[in-house]
């Protein structure tokens, strides 16, 4: 069965730092493209960062490019993202998703974010507070 599982959530005061981890199951991250998105209430789906199968390739969307760092160990079947100089615009739900290993490159060709439309596993989500 696959499966997507994050944490790392949690409450923290603007300015300060989070990682979220995303432990994956049932596949290889070896064979797949993972994405970090998030959700606001009453917000759309928004994506901030994706990262090839091995590594090579990373995007961030502008609005956390700098900021937060997406990262995998493919050994531990994990994906992480470092969340840095959080402000009150990072608040959400934020989610891991795989999907097929081609799928960064028209993120890369487009250089618009991730389409959520193109990845086939999801994970239950985290929630992120930035207090101010």
């Known amino acids: 069965e696959v499966q997507l599982v994050e944490s790392g959530g949690g409450l923290v005061q603007a300015g300060g730092s989070l990682r979220l981890s995303c432990a994956a199951s049932g596949f290889s991250l070896d064979d797949y493209a993972i994405g970090w998105f998030r959700q606001a209430p009453g917000k759309e789906r928004e994506g901030g960062s994706c990262?090839?199968?091995?590594?090579?390739?990373?995007y961030y969307a502008d609005s956390v490019k700098g900021r937060f760092t997406i990262s995998t160990d493919n050994a531990k079947s994990t994906a992480y993202l470092q969340m840095n100089s959080l402000n009150p615009e990072d608040p959400a739900v934020y989610y891991c998703?795989?999907?097929?290993?081609?799928?960064?490159?028209?993120?890369?060709?487009?250089?618009?974010?991730?389409?959520?439309?193109?990845?086939?596993?999801w994970g239950q989500g985290t929630q992120v507070t930035v207090s101010s």
């Open positions: 998703a795989a999907g097929p290993f081609g799928i960064i490159d028209i993120t890369l060709a487009t250089m618009t974010e991730p389409d959520a439309a193109l990845y086939n596993y």
């Open positions: 990262i090839s199968p091995v590594g090579r390739d990373t």
